[in-house]
């Protein structure tokens, strides 16, 4: 695999990690304004509507996680997972956009194709694989285990808010899928050991079963999120003091650049 190291490729990488976090700043904070033209409804009372301090919790630290990538191991990344980055954040920043102003077919679109680019990041880049330990936890939990719960958790909710999901046969047909977010990550960790991802799995399930008790006391969905957390929870727990599994690990240990300086100057 080829390396990220062309200025060009961090500077919009940059630039598109900037826009994706202004866009999701802006609706956060404008979601309650004319901004959503009185869909606000059909977003907050849906059967996959989480709780957004959590969410914003998530946020941050996937946040501060991708700042910590693009400032210490952007250039030892491999670069065809560097573009799966910028795509991802491209597509988020179409998706608030679209999604804000109440487009939700055109958003559910959007956040399917990049549920599609970070799989595709996942599987044929194999970000699962990178390694030492510190890279893998930084620029897979970065690039694609976060983001990858987040925008599958994103396809649920929106597609929720594009078919009015209020009804109790909305709620049933919900009841049996919220346990995709068991299915899917679930097997991630056993599959790739990658804990990571059960973890966040978990914490956007958390938010989500919060998020349906303060919505709907009188149902199934928050008590079903509650056990998926759970679940997910001891999943990842158990994965993390087991041994790794024997991959072709990708390489992506960041060099100290002043060595080189110190033995010439010796």
């Known amino acids: 695999m080829s390396m990220a190291v062309d200025n060009t490729d961090f500077i919009i990488s940059a630039i598109s990690w900037v826009l994706c976090v202004v866009s999701n700043i802006r609706y956060e904070f404008g979601r309650r304004s004319p901004w959503d033209h009185g869909h606000q409804d059909d977003v907050a009372f849906t059967p996959f509507t989480a709780n957004l301090p959590l ?19 952007f250039s030892v990344t491999p670069k065809n997972l560097t573009w ?11 998706w608030s956009y679209l999604f804000a102003r109440g487009h939700y077919f055109l958003s559910l679109i ?3 194709a990049n549920f599609v680019n970070l799989a595709i990041a996942y599987i044929v880049t194999g970000s699962y694989r990178i390694r ?3 890279a893998w936890f930084i620029v897979h939990g970065a690039i694609v285990a976060l983001p ?22 909305s709620r049933v047909v919900a009841n049996i899928l919220v346990w995709d977010f068991l299915l899917v ?3 991630l960790v056993l599959l790739f050991g990658d804990y990571l991802s059960g973890l966040a799995a978990a914490w956007i399930s ?3 079963a919060f998020g349906q ?3 709907k006391v009188f149902a199934l969905q928050w008590i079903f999120s509650f056990i998926i957390t759970g679940c997910l929870f001891v999943l990842a727990v158990v994965f993390s003091v087991r041994p790794p599994p024997e991959f072709d690990f990708i390489d992506v240990s960041v060099v100290d650049e002043t060595a080189p300086l110190i033995s010439e100057e010796a």
């Open 55 to 73: 969410i914003a919790i998530f946020w941050l630290t996937t946040s501060l996680l991708q700042i910590i990538y693009l400032g210490r191991y």
């Open 84 to 94: 799966h980055f910028i795509g991802s954040n491209c597509l988020l920043l179409f």
């Open 213 to 215: 008790l303060f919505t």
């Open 206 to 208: 958390l938010a989500l």
């Open 110 to 112: 959007t956040v399917i």
């Open 185 to 187: 990550p679930g097997l």
């Open 132 to 134: 030492p330990l510190s």
């Open 148 to 169: 990858l719960q987040w925008v599958f958790y994103l396809v649920f909710w929106n597609g929720a808010v594009l078919f009015h999901a209020r009804h109790i046969l």
